[in-house]
C-alpha cells in the first residue's frame, strides 16, 4: 500500500483523560479489543497526576462503529474519565526530514522563554513533534523532538536567543548515537573542582600575587600557555613535597560532580580527565572517583622538593585535544560519540573535537565558540544534556546506596 493509499485509510483516534490510575490503559485496550481493531499509533502523557491517553485505531467493521463508541464512552464514564473520538483517516502525518533534539535549562523556566523557543523553532522551518520534561530540579530540563529542519542551522538559530532568554540550550542530531555516546572526558580546574590547582600550590608557597601576574600576562596573550605554566611552576621551587597531601585535601569538588560521575558510571559511561594542573592532584582524583583516563603535567619532585619545574610533554590547549583523541580510541569510542567539558580558552580545541562540546559557567568566548553551554553552578546538570533524566539519576543513587 503506498502512502498516499495509506493516507486514505479510515481511522479513530481515542482520547482518554482524567485522573490516572492504574489499569486505565489496560482497559481501554479490553474494550478497542471487541471491535477488532489494529492499533495504529499510542500516546500517553500524565501530567500532576491528570492522563491523556490517545490511540489511533483502524475503523471497525461494517455497521458497529456506533456499539465502540458508546461502548467506549461507558467504559470511560466507570472509570470516572472522559472520552473523546474522532473520524479521519490515515496515520499521524510523515516527519519532515532533520531530527534534533533540542533540551532548554531553565532556573525558572519561564512561559515567555519557552514561546520564544517555540517560535524559533518554527521560523527556522521546524516542527515540534514531541516536548518531555527531563528533571524539574536543581534546574527545570525539557526535551523538544524537532523535525524538518537540520541540526546544524537549528542550532545557530536558538544559539543567540539562549543568553537574552535566561536559559541553557543544546541542539543534537536525534538518533541511537545520542544514547551511544559513552566516553566524556572534563576540564579540572574550575569545572570538575571549584578551585585552580596552581592558586593552591603558590598559596603554600606565598607567591599567590606573582602567580596571578603570571595568569594575567598570559590572559593578555603575552605569553602562551606552556610559557606561563612554566613560570609559574618556577616560583613553587624548594617547596616541600609535603605540600602536595595538604592541597589534595584542599581541593572541593563543583557541585553534583560526584552525582554526574556516578550516574555516567551506572549507565556505561566512560569517564576521563585531562588538565593543564597537575598529575600529582589528577591521579588523586581518578582514584577517588573511579575515573577511567586521567592525564595532566607533572610536578617534578627531587630529594622531597618541588624543583620548580614539570616533565613529560605539557598538557596544553592541543594536548588536551589529542588525549581526548587518544581516550577515545583507548575506550573504543568514535570520536563522534565523545563529550568534553570545560571553561578556559584552553579547552576550546578539546569541545570541538568532541562530539558535543559543553562549556560549564566558562568565559564568554568559549560559551560562543562551544556547541552548547551550561551556565549552572551544579555540573550534573550536564546529564540532561544528554537526555539522561532526573529519575535515572535518582534510580543510580539509590542502587549505589542499597
Excluded at 14 to 22: A, E, L, N, T, Y
Excluded at 77 to 97: C, F, T, V
Amino acid at each position: 500500500m503506498t502512502a498516499a493509499q495509506t493516507s486514505e485509510v479510515p481511522t479513530l483516534l481515542v482520547k482518554i483523560f482524567g485522573k490516572d490510575r492504574p489499569g486505565i490503559t489496560a482497559g481501554l485496550f479490553d474494550t478497542l479489543a471487541a471491535y477488532s481493531v489494529d492499533v495504529v499509533d499510542i500516546e500517553q502523557v500524565v501530567t500532576r497526576g491528570r492522563l491523556v491517553l490517545c490511540a489511533l485505531v483502524s475503523q471497525p467493521p461494517a455497521g458497529v462503529e456506533g456499539d465502540l463508541r458508546a461502548t467506549v464512552h461507558s467504559w470511560a464514564e466507570s472509570m470516572k474519565m472522559q472520552a473523546e473520538i474522532i473520524s479521519g483517516h490515515g496515520d499521524n502525518r510523515p516527519r519532515g526530514l532533520g531530527r534534533s533534539l533540542v533540551t532548554v535549562l531553565g532556573h525558572p523556566l519561564t512561559a515567555e522563554s519557552t514561546a520564544a523557543i517555540a517560535a524559533r523553532i518554527a521560523k527556522a522551518g521546524g516542527n515540534i513533534d514531541r516536548i518531555f520534561r527531563l528533571a524539574k530540579y536543581p534546574v527545570t530540563a525539557v526535551e523538544f523532538a524537532v523535525s524538518g529542519v537540520e541540526t546544524a542551522p537549528l542550532r545557530t538559530a536558538l544559539a543567540s536567543d539562549a543568553g537574552a532568554l535566561g536559559v541553557d540550550i543544546a541542539v543534537v542530531s536525534a538518533g541511537l548515537h545520542r544514547r551511544a555516546q559513552r566516553l566524556v572526558v572534563m576540564d579540572v580546574d574550575s569545572t570538575l573542582i571549584q578551585d585552580e590547582v596552581i592558586e593552591l600550590f603558590a598559596a603554600h608557597a606565598g607567591c599567590e600575587d606573582k602567580v596571578a601576574e603570571v595568569t594575567a600576562a598570559a590572559m593578555r596573550g603575552e605569553l602562551d600557555f606552556e610559557q606561563s605554566l612554566h613560570a609559574r611552576v618556577a616560583l613553587l621551587a624548594g617547596l616541600d613535597a609535603s605540600v602536595v597531601e595538604k592541597v589534595r585535601n584542599e581541593i572541593r569538588l563543583t557541585p553534583g560532580a560526584r552525582t554526574l560521575i556516578r550516574t555516567l558510571k551506572r549507565l556505561g559511561y566512560q569517564v576521563g580527565v585531562v588538565s593543564g594542573g597537575f598529575t600529582q592532584v589528577t591521579d588523586d582524583l581518578k582514584d577517588r572517583l573511579g575515573l577511567d583516563f586521567a592525564q595532566a603535567n607533572t610536578l617534578e619532585i627531587v630529594d622531597g622538593k618541588l624543583t620548580g619545574r614539570v616533565t613529560g610533554e605539557v598538557v596544553d590547549r592541543a594536548g588536551k585535544a589529542r588525549l581526548l583523541r587518544r581516550f577515545a580510541a583507548e575506550a573504543g569510542v568514535p570520536l563522534v560519540q565523545t563529550v568534553a567539558i570545560g571553561d578556559g580558552a584552553n579547552d576550546l580545541d578539546m569541545l570541538n573535537a568532541a562530539g558535543l562540546g559543553v562549556a560549564f559557567n566558562a568565559k564568554p568566548v568559549v560559551r560562543e565558540a562551544a556547541h552548547t553551554a551550561v551556565n549552572f553552578p551544579f555540573l550534573d546538570t550536564v546529564l540532561y544534556l544528554l537526555g539522561i533524566t532526573r529519575e535515572e539519576v535518582e534510580a543510580a543513587d539509590t542502587h549505589d546506596e542499597s
